[in-house]
């Protein structure tokens, strides 16, 4: 069983970048396609980005798309998602999560898909 562990994330005026990271302990990250959704206060949960086991698949919401990227080190058993050009409509907690579906290059847009979650990470963007 793999446990996640976020970090970054904070209060950032609109246009700025930020970069949130989620590390895995307990099994190897390679082991697991990988997503990052986010919950903003009244909202659902919504899927921002996923990216497969062996990274050569990607996969945005179209609200993010050419401003987010998604990228993970195996070697550091770490995931990331590199926010630019943010904007208030972002601010939301964050939150990746880990899949055991799929093959090398699945990717996952469901977040009932996922059955691993780390903690979750407040990002405020300021207008």
């Known amino acids: 069983q793999v446990q996640l562990m976020q970090s970054g994330g904070g209060l950032v005026p609109a246009g700025y970048s930020l970069m949130v990271s989620c590390a895995a302990s307990?099994?190897?990250?390679?082991?697991?396609?990988m997503g990052w959704f986010r919950q903003a206060p009244g909202k659902e949960r919504e899927f921002v980005a996923a990216i497969s086991r062996k990274g050569g698949s990607t996969y945005y919401a179209d609200f993010v798309k050419g401003r987010f990227t998604i990228s993970r080190d195996d070697a550091e058993n770490t995931v990331y998602l590199q926010m630019s050009s943010l904007k208030p409509e972002d601010t939301a907690v964050y939150y990746c999560?880990?899949?055991?579906?799929?093959?090398?290059?699945?990717?996952?847009?469901?977040?009932?898909?996922?059955?691993?979650w780390g903690q979750g990470t407040q990002v405020t963007v300021s207008s």
């Open positions: 307990g099994r190897t990250l390679s082991d697991y396609s």
């Open positions: 999560a880990a899949t055991g579906l799929g093959y090398s290059y699945s990717v996952y847009g469901n977040q009932y898909e996922y059955d691993y």
